[in-house]
Each structure stands twice: as structure tokens, then as C-alpha cells.
């Protein structure tokens, strides 16, 4: 029953993250006012808003206008579902640092969802994840600046020299899991694990003629699939 406390905490706080990124698209204010129907804009009932069960109980349509939902809600939903029952597996209980480290990682999904839809991300969410980095990083009682300064460097200045392929958003997220990983190792399979996937899918692009060499794929998605492996390896 804990785990499916979890699953549904997870996938409740995944939603709510989803309607955020979309408010934050359309320039709508995100805190107050119900959720509604991205397309005609009626107010969703109760049994639109459960996650995930939602789609299935609706069969994949909106419940004021019938026109069809986007797959991507119920998967991200179960995704965040998933990883909150992943990270409390993985840490056994819950404390300051489980509290730490799942706000890090579900901030961590919303950027990853912020880049999928726009290819950007904000510098003050940024800046608020490298303070919950340096907080689990103080809580855990280890720390290495020279790691961190010497991948920030790296990372900056690999931006300017590949200015088009890769962002300055992308930069500072590397050196941000440097700081959050416990050891450079973790970090190298962070970018092995992130690179590789964000590289079969360019390819699979290609295959599939979706796309072309200079086609630009959002990283935050693949780092945070390396960045949790990394985690569940190495803690």
C-alpha cells in the first residue's frame, strides 16, 4: 500500500507539473484558477483530472469536446509514478534527504518537459536546482569543488565553441549533476547513459526520416534518464 501511496503521489505531482509547463507556454497564471480543457477551455471534471486512469476511462478523449488527448499526459504521469517509487526504494525512508532528492529530480522532470516542448529552459529554475544539488550534496557530507569547477569549465567551454548543437542551458545542467553526483565516475556514467540515448534517438530520427543531421533533440530528457540510473547504480 506504500508503494501505491507513492505511485499515486508521484503521478498527482507529474500532472501538476504538466499543467504548469503548459500555463507557463500559453502565459496563463499557473496558481490560481482549475484546471482546464486545452482546447475549448471548459473547466475538467473530477474524473478528467485523475492521473493517467483518466485517459483510459475517457478513452484518450476530452470529456467537454471529444476531440483526442495527447499520449504524452498519461506516460508522463506514470513516469512520475514511477520514479517516486524508485527513489524511495532506493533511499528506505523517508527523511530530509529523500524529501532533497525527489524535489531535485521532480524539478529535474519539469525542465526535462520545459525543453521537450520549447527547447528552452528558465535561468531561475536552473538556479534552483543547483541549490537543491548543493543542499543534498551538504545533507550527504561530501563535496568536491575541484570536480565541480572543473567539469563547469569543460562544460562552458564546449558551449562556445559548439554554440549550435549545444546550449548554454545544457552546460550549466552538466555542471550541475557533477555537483550532485558523489563522484566524478557517477558523473562520466551520467554523460555516457544521457549522450548515448539522446544519440540512438537522433539516429532513430533518421531511420525513421523524422528528422536530419542538424535536427536539434532536447538533452534534458536523456540526462535525466542517466542521471537517475547513475543514482539507483551508485547509491
Given at each position: 500500500m506504500i508503494y501505491l501511496l507513492f505511485f499515486l503521489c508521484g503521478a498527482s505531482l507529474a500532472s501538476f507539473l504538466q499543467l504548469i509547463s503548459y500555463?507557463?507556454?500559453?502565459?496563463e497564471q499557473w496558481i490560481q484558477g482549475r484546471s482546464h480543457c486545452d482546447f475549448c477551455g471548459k473547466n475538467l471534471s473530477v474524473v478528467a483530472r485523475i492521473p493517467i486512469f483518466h485517459y483510459f476511462i475517457l478513452k484518450g478523449k476530452s470529456q467537454c469536446c471529444g476531440k483526442k488527448l495527447?499520449?504524452?499526459?498519461?506516460?508522463?504521469e506514470f513516469l512520475g509514478g514511477l520514479?517516486?517509487?524508485?527513489?524511495f526504494y532506493k533511499i528506505?525512508?523517508?527523511s530530509f534527504l529523500f524529501w532533497f532528492i525527489g524535489g531535485f529530480y521532480f524539478l529535474f522532470l519539469f525542465l526535462a518537459l520545459e525543453d521537450i516542448s520549447t527547447m528552452e529552459v528558465y535561468i531561475r529554475d536552473l538556479v534552483f536546482l543547483f541549490f537543491m544539488a548543493l543542499l543534498c550534496r551538504i545533507i550527504l557530507g561530501s563535496f568536491s569543488i575541484v570536480s565541480f569547477a572543473l567539469v563547469s569549465?569543460?562544460?562552458f567551454?564546449?558551449?562556445?565553441?559548439?554554440?549550435n548543437s549545444f546550449g548554454m542551458g545544457d552546460s550549466a545542467l552538466l555542471s550541475i549533476l557533477s555537483l550532485f553526483h558523489n563522484s566524478f565516475i557517477e558523473f562520466l556514467w551520467v554523460v555516457a547513459l544521457g549522450f548515448g540515448m539522446a544519440s540512438l534517438y537522433g539516429g532513430f530520427l533518421l531511420f525513421q526520416k523524422k528528422g536530419s543531421r542538424k535536427t536539434k533533440i532536447p538533452l534534458f530528457p536523456f540526462l535525466l534518464?542517466?542521471?537517475?540510473?547513475?543514482f539507483l547504480l551508485f547509491y
Amino acid at each position: 500500500m506504500i508503494y501505491l501511496l507513492f505511485f499515486l503521489c508521484g503521478a498527482s505531482l507529474a500532472s501538476f507539473l504538466q499543467l504548469i509547463s503548459y500555463r507557463r507556454s500559453q502565459k496563463e497564471q499557473w496558481i490560481q484558477g482549475r484546471s482546464h480543457c486545452d482546447f475549448c477551455g471548459k473547466n475538467l471534471s473530477v474524473v478528467a483530472r485523475i492521473p493517467i486512469f483518466h485517459y483510459f476511462i475517457l478513452k484518450g478523449k476530452s470529456q467537454c469536446c471529444g476531440k483526442k488527448l495527447e499520449k504524452k499526459y498519461p506516460i508522463i504521469e506514470f513516469l512520475g509514478g514511477l520514479l517516486s517509487i524508485l527513489l524511495f526504494y532506493k533511499i528506505g525512508e523517508i527523511s530530509f534527504l529523500f524529501w532533497f532528492i525527489g524535489g531535485f529530480y521532480f524539478l529535474f522532470l519539469f525542465l526535462a518537459l520545459e525543453d521537450i516542448s520549447t527547447m528552452e529552459v528558465y535561468i531561475r529554475d536552473l538556479v534552483f536546482l543547483f541549490f537543491m544539488a548543493l543542499l543534498c550534496r551538504i545533507i550527504l557530507g561530501s563535496f568536491s569543488i575541484v570536480s565541480f569547477a572543473l567539469v563547469s569549465v569543460a562544460c562552458f567551454a564546449f558551449h562556445f565553441i559548439k554554440k549550435n548543437s549545444f546550449g548554454m542551458g545544457d552546460s550549466a545542467l552538466l555542471s550541475i549533476l557533477s555537483l550532485f553526483h558523489n563522484s566524478f565516475i557517477e558523473f562520466l556514467w551520467v554523460v555516457a547513459l544521457g549522450f548515448g540515448m539522446a544519440s540512438l534517438y537522433g539516429g532513430f530520427l533518421l531511420f525513421q526520416k523524422k528528422g536530419s543531421r542538424k535536427t536539434k533533440i532536447p538533452l534534458f530528457p536523456f540526462l535525466l534518464l542517466g542521471s537517475l540510473v547513475s543514482f539507483l547504480l551508485f547509491y
